[in-house]
T-cell receptor, first 115, second 114 residues
Framework: AQSVTQLGSHVSVSEGALVLLRCNYS??????LFWYVQYPNQGLQLLLK??????LVKGINGFEAEFKKSETSFHLTKPSAHMSDAAEYFC?????????????FGTGTKLQVIP | ETGVTQTPRHLVMGMTNKKSLKCEQH?????MYWYKQSAKKPLELMFV???????ENNSVPSRFSPECPNSSHLFLHLHTLQPEDSALYLC?????????????FGPGTRLLVL
C-alpha cells in the first residue's frame, strides 16, 4: 500500500520569498508522483509529475520538485512567490496495482502569500 | 480548462430529493473517476470506470449510484442523501501516457444537503 504525507496544512510566505511545500511518500514499489494545485471553487490542476526520467521535475507557473529516493520525498519549490500562487496544493503517489494505477492523495497544504 | 466539464457547479438538495451529477470529458480518455472532497480530509476515491466498466467501488453507500454510458460521460445519481454527504464532488479522467496515467480533473460540483 502507498501513502502520502504533506507536512503543514497551512504555509505562509511573503511575496517574493521562496516557496517550499513538503511531501513524503511511502510505497513498496517505484512510484509515480504528482503535484496538483486547487484554486478556490475549482478542480485540481496538474502542476508537474515525476516519471522516473529525471529527478528534478519542472512544472507550470515556475514550480519544480525534486525526487529524493533516499529521503522518500518529493518537495515542491518556487524561488519567488506571487500573490497568484495562493491556493491549495496536493501531492499524490501512484502505483500500479492489479494492472491499473491507484492514486493516493495527500491532505493538502494551503499556501498563503502575504503582500 | 482541462477538457473535463461538470454540471451543475452548485447543488442544494433535501434529504428526500433525487438528483444527478454529470461529467463529460473531451480528451478521448478511457478511464473516469468520481472523488469526494470534504474539508480537512484527503480526496476520497469513490468509483472508477475503465472502458465503461466499473473497476473500483470504494465501499460507497448505495445512496450514490454511478452510471457510465460511454467513455466520455459519467453520472452520479444521488438519492436520500445525508447532511454529511455535503462536499465537493470531483470528476476526473485519465489515459495511459508512456505507462503513467495522469488524471485530469473537472471543476467539481459543490453539493449541500439540507
Amino acid at each position: 500500500a502507498q501513502s502520502v504525507t504533506q507536512l503543514g496544512s497551512h504555509v505562509s510566505v511573503s511575496e517574493g520569498a521562496l516557496v517550499l511545500l513538503r511531501c513524503n511518500y511511502s510505497s513498496s514499489v517505484p512510484p509515480y508522483l504528482f503535484w496538483y494545485v486547487q484554486y478556490p471553487n475549482q478542480g485540481l490542476q496538474l502542476l508537474l509529475k515525476y516519471t522516473s526520467a529525471a529527478t528534478l521535475v519542472k512544472g507550470i507557473n515556475g514550480f519544480e520538485a525534486e525526487f529524493k529516493k533516499s529521503e522518500t520525498s518529493f518537495h515542491l519549490t518556487k524561488p519567488s512567490a506571487h500573490m497568484s500562487d495562493a491556493a491549495e496544493y496536493f501531492c499524490a503517489v501512484s502505483v500500479t496495482t492489479g494492472g491499473y494505477q491507484k492514486v493516493t492523495f495527500g491532505t493538502g497544504t494551503k499556501l498563503q502569500v502575504i503582500p | 480548462e482541462t477538457g473535463v466539464t461538470q454540471t451543475p457547479r452548485h447543488l442544494v438538495m433535501g434529504m428526500t430529493n433525487k438528483k444527478s451529477l454529470k461529467c463529460e470529458q473531451h480528451l478521448g480518455h478511457n478511464a473516469m473517476y468520481w472523488y469526494k472532497q470534504s474539508a480537512k480530509k484527503p480526496l476520497e476515491l469513490m468509483f472508477v470506470y475503465n472502458f465503461k466498466e466499473q473497476t473500483e467501488n470504494n465501499s460507497v453507500p448505495s445512496r450514490f449510484s454511478p452510471e457510465c454510458p460511454n467513455s466520455s460521460h459519467l453520472f452520479l445519481h444521488l438519492h436520500t442523501l445525508q447532511p454529511e454527504d455535503s462536499a465537493l464532488y470531483l470528476c476526473a479522467s485519465s489515459q495511459q501516457d508512456r505507462g503513467i496515467e495522469t488524471q485530469y480533473f473537472g471543476p467539481g460540483t459543490r453539493l449541500l444537503v439540507l
